[in-house]
């Protein structure tokens, strides 16, 4: 052969295509979705999401601990709310006594640098099991905002860093950034769902939180997972009212989405790699059907190749473990 070009002599050894590669996945990357619950010393497996549990606060911060010791930079709050607490108008979710302020206080107090990113959706707390407001059987839009953004304001002022609404009502972020600003919270950040996708991959997440729709499905306000443009522009729309990082969700199987808003939006983007596509590795790593670690790596590695900026994980506390120290 008279060949000049031969690609493979970059990939001669692992120091050769360590120093060529081209894509780098850290610590840094990583958010860890995390689900949290009353009570006291509770760690309560997720049937459908091996190596994930509910963890009480106290639970919790030694788990913390552990996962900062390891490079954790950041973590997103998902309550699981007592039946007896859910209603119709998701009163709940604006207790500044409840859960989810209370774990970000505890959090803010005990790791004052780690970042805590709060969920701004009505579903945990609702009997209806929608992220907005039912009336009749449709989602309503406007009135949901308007508690959204009482919500938002209670999870600022616990301390969160970051709020991020997942509830795909039109107009939120607008109605958030005005209400936190107004209130003095100019300083905490809105992580918008701006690509939030009605998607088939949520059936573990909505185990794990008991939050599933008790009736239709959310098709009125997530995403069609048809549809890539109307993702650009939900991104121009949350970047107008004041959003300061654009989410996609699910994350492998909008690799396209995530590359598209990176091309055409200034914003960081998000990607979140969601319970069904976690689940997924879990139970054919446990039947030995592909290995664990290197399909991880490949795939989180492919969510940063797309454009994501930062990664939400439930394989975060694993990946910490299989990165090197920088």
């Not at 039946?83 to 989810?100: F, I, R, T």
């Not at 407001?133 to 009135?143: A, F, Q, S, T």
């Not at 993702?231 to 949350?238: C, F, K, T, V």
Request: with cysteine.
């Amino acid at each position: 052969m008279n060949s000049i070009e031969r690609p493979r002599r970059l990939r001669r050894s692992s120091a050769i295509r360590a120093l060529v590669a081209q894509t780098h996945l850290s610590a840094a990357d990583l958010v860890w979705p995390v689900f949290i619950k009353e009570g006291s010393k509770q760690r309560e497996p997720i049937a459908a999401m091996p190596g994930c549990q509910r963890l009480s606060l106290d639970t919790l911060e030694g788990e913390v601990q552990n996962l900062v010791d390891l490079g954790l930079r950041a973590l997103a709050l998902f309550p699981q709310i007592e039946d007896k607490l859910k209603n119709a108008k998701a009163s709940e979710a604006l207790n500044d006594k409840g859960l989810v302020p209370r774990a970000v206080r505890m959090l803010k107090g005990r790791f004052p640098e780690l970042l805590v990113i709060t969920d701004v959706a009505l579903d945990p707390y609702s009997s209806d099991g929608h992220d907005g407001l039912v009336k009749n059987g449709e989602i309503l839009n406007d009135e949901s905002v308007a508690v959204l953004a009482e919500q938002a304001l209670i999870q600022a002022a616990s301390g969160a860093d970051f709020v991020a609404p997942s509830d795909m009502m039109d107009g939120r972020v607008g109605w958030i950034r005005k209400s936190l600003d107004e209130a003095g919270f100019s300083h905490t950040a809105i992580l918008s769902y701006c690509a939030k996708y009605a998607s088939g991959f949520y059936g573990p997440f909505r185990e794990a939180l008991a939050s599933a729709p008790r009736s239709g499905d959310k098709k009125t306000y997530q995403m069609n997972p048809a549809n890539r443009r109307e993702a650009l522009r939900e991104a121009r729309l949350d970047q107008k009212e004041g959003a300061d990082i654009l989410m996609v969700k699910p994350a492998l199987a909008y690799l396209d989405v995530i590359q598209a808003l990176k091309r055409g939006c200034t914003l960081p983007i998000a990607a979140y790699n969601v319970s069904g596509e976690y689940a997924m590795v879990k139970f054919a790593a446990q039947n030995q059907i592909l290995d664990e670690q290197s399909v991880t790596m490949e795939i989180l590695t492919s969510i940063k190749r797309a454009g994501a900026d930062m990664i939400f994980t439930y394989h975060a506390p694993d990946v910490l473990k299989w990165l090197k120290p920088l």
